[in-house]
Nanobody, 123 residues
């Protein structure tokens, strides 16, 4: 059973930084994608970033490009999301999810989700 556990959320002032972690376990294939999503109160879920295990290529939403960086720590089976220059509009619950195909297969559903971690950007 695939399990994803997020951590690292919290309260930070505008312009600050946070690093989120997604600890993954139970994969039965070496080929998968892991994505970060977020959902702010009253809004729909937004895709933030994605990484494919096959080539480590990363993809970012325009709203976070240049500020967020996604990376994989294969030794720890962990995916990281470094968030810099945070803005109040980045406030949301952040989730990681996985699917057994590369990020580019956008039609494939995300089958497994973590429980989410709250990020609040406020002075």
């Amino acid at each position: 059973q695939v399990q994803l556990v997020e951590s690292g959320g919290g309260l930070v002032q505008p312009g600050g930084s946070l690093r989120l972690s997604c600890a993954a376990s139970g994969f039965t294939s070496d080929y998968y994608a892991i994505g970060w999503f977020r959902q702010a109160p009253g809004l729909g879920r937004e895709g933030v970033s994605c990484v494919s295990s096959s080539d480590d290529r990363t993809y970012y939403a325009d709203s976070v490009k240049g500020r967020f960086t996604m990376s994989r720590d294969n030794a720890k089976n962990t995916v990281l999301l470094q968030m810099n220059s945070l803005k109040p509009e980045d406030t949301a619950v952040y989730y990681c999810a996985t699917k057994p195909v590369p990020c580019t297969v956008v039609s494939a559903p995300w089958g497994y989700w973590g429980q989410g971690t709250q990020v609040t950007v406020s002075s």
